[in-house]
T-cell receptor, first 112, second 114 residues
Framework: DAKTTQPTSMDCAEGRAANLPCNHSTISGNEYVYWYRQIHSQGPQYIIHGLKNNETNEMASLIITEDRKSSTLILPHATLRDTAVYYCIVRVEGGATNKLIFGTGTLLAVQP | DTEVTQTPKHLVMGMTNKKSLKCEQHMGHRAMYWYKQKAKKPPELMFVYSYEKLSINESVPSRFSPECPNSSLLNLHLHALQPEDSALYLC?????????????FGDGTRLSIL
């Protein structure tokens, strides 16, 4: 699975959009981009995933560049409860095993 | 609230004790996972069970012994642990093992070894 690079930390004002970048320059054609987050004292929570098209669900939007070397997770209206570590993970879909390899993630601090 | 339930939430044990961590899910998922997470570090995969059979062991020491008695239950038996084994132990499940289904995590058991 390809390696990802994320900023260590970011701040965002409450009510504003939070844009979390992820670099995955060695991604291959059959690898998906997954995002999870981990709020303090809880287990990781799945947010969204995609291959090459932009994706949106009730939690967030995922924007993947045309060359697929980077992506951005967008939380449209951040709240204090969105303060968490956000993990960007690249993995092969449909492989023999559903194996997640977490990187160090981005600590998003939403400020009041 | 999560759909993956882990018990106990906290556990303190001595190095000579034997204890077990329990994980339960009732979503009909057929893949279950154990992860270990040290403080301020990301989770690291330990074991994967696929259709109640162990499919991945990430070179975990034998003092950790997983067990999957049925499709809803996953145990992690602990024996003769070391202080460096103190960590948050996370259980997860997914619908199928082979396809990239999202994994659902419990909130973990925080283990302290005296």
């Amino acid at each position: 699975d390809a390696k990802t690079t994320q900023p260590t930390s970011m701040d965002c004002a409450e009510g504003r959009a939070a844009n979390l970048p992820c670099n995955h320059s060695t991604i291959s054609g059959n690898e998906y981009v997954y995002w999870y987050r981990q709020i303090h004292s809880q287990g990781p929570q799945y947010i969204i995933h995609g291959l090459k098209n932009n994706e949106t669900n009730e939690m967030a939007s995922l924007i993947i560049t045309e060359d697929r070397k980077s992506s951005t997770l967008i939380l449209p209206h951040a709240t204090l409860r969105d303060t968490a570590v956000y993990y960007c993970i690249v993995r092969v879909e449909g492989g023999a095993t559903n194996k997640l390899i977490f990187g160090t993630g981005t600590l998003l601090a939403v400020q009041p | 609230d999560t759909e993956v339930t882990q018990t106990p939430k906290h556990l303190v044990m001595g190095m000579t004790n034997k204890k077990s961590l329990k994980c339960e899910q009732h979503m009909g998922h057929r893949a279950m996972y154990w992860y270990k997470q040290k403080a301020k570090k990301p989770p690291e995969l330990m074991f994967v069970y696929s259709y109640e059979k162990l499919s991945i062991n990430e070179s975990v020491p034998s003092r950790f012994s997983p067990e999957c008695p049925n499709s809803s239950l996953l145990n992690l038996h602990l024996h003769a642990l070391q202080p460096e084994d103190s960590a948050l132990y996370l259980c997860a499940s997914s619908q199928t093992p082979g396809r990239g289904q999202p994994q659902h995590f419990g909130d973990g058991t925080r283990l302290s070894i005296l």
